[in-house]
């Protein structure tokens, strides 16, 4: 089956920085990619749909000044926590769509210090 | 109302046992649903697929759709410690976007 990785697997921050996760279809492409956040031992929330060549669009309640994406290219989606904050703590998966099925990546745990 | 609904367990079976795992769901503009299976700190991993009422079978698990009722379910059988995770319904739309329940964790006892 198709591949998505994910890099950072795991990250450790301070307060107030900035840390971008990126997304990468490995081997297709992907003009639209997803962004989830899953608390621990809660189910795994949409957060933004991610667009090749034109702007993400948010689910309600997610700050698109707080949580950046950027969809580079057909491969790369980033998203970038700006100005992170403890409760920003938690793991982060993306997916791609394919034919059939979603490709999930295997996430990036993000702890803000 | 979450759009939808599953029971967090955690569910706990001896080897050899059935699982059986369910979810409801209030919104009927679903069209197709998926169950997933997850190990700890890892993404997700599509078991089942399924678009239409009615039952489907992939080796051990089977996944049954009713539409009418607004209700999913998937059953293990011959469960092993290796099936041992937590089980995610999902459903969407027609426009890729996922709508999770909050997951089952369950254990298999050897």
């Known amino acids: 089956g198709a591949v998505v990785s994910q890099h950072p697997s795991r990250v450790i921050c301070k307060s107030g920085t900035s840390v971008k996760i990126e997304c990468r279809s490995l081997d297709f492409q992907a003009t639209t990619m997803f962004w989830y956040r899953q608390f621990p031992k809660q189910s795994l929330m949409l957060m933004a749909t991610s667009n090749e060549g034109s702007k993400a669009t948010y689910e309600q309640g997610v700050e698109k000044d707080k949580f950046l994406i950027n969809h580079a290219s057909l491969t790369l989606s980033t998203l970038t926590v700006t100005s992170a904050h403890p409760e920003d703590s938690s793991f982060y998966i993306c997916?791609?769509?394919?034919?059939?099925?979603?490709?999930f990546g295997p996430g990036t745990r993000l702890t803000v210090l | 109302q979450k759009e939808v609904e599953q029971d967090p367990g955690p569910l706990s079976v001896p080897e050899g046992a059935i699982v059986s795992l369910n979810c409801t769901y209030s919104?009927?503009?679903?069209?197709?649903f998926m169950w997933y299976r997850q190990y700890s700190r890892k993404g997700p991993e599509l078991l089942m697929y399924t678009y239409s009422s009615g039952n489907k079978e992939d080796g051990r698990f089977t996944a049954q759709v009713d539409k009418s009722s607004k209700y999913i379910s998937l059953f293990i059988r011959d469960s092993q410690p290796s099936d041992s995770a937590t089980y995610l319904c999902?459903?969407?739309?027609?426009?890729?976007?996922?709508?999770f329940g909050a997951g089952t964790t369950v254990t298999v006892r050897a």
């Open positions: 919104n009927s503009a679903f069209q197709y």
């Open positions: 999902a459903m969407s739309r027609n426009d890729y976007k996922l709508s």
């Open positions: 997916s791609a769509p394919g034919a059939n099925e979603q490709f």
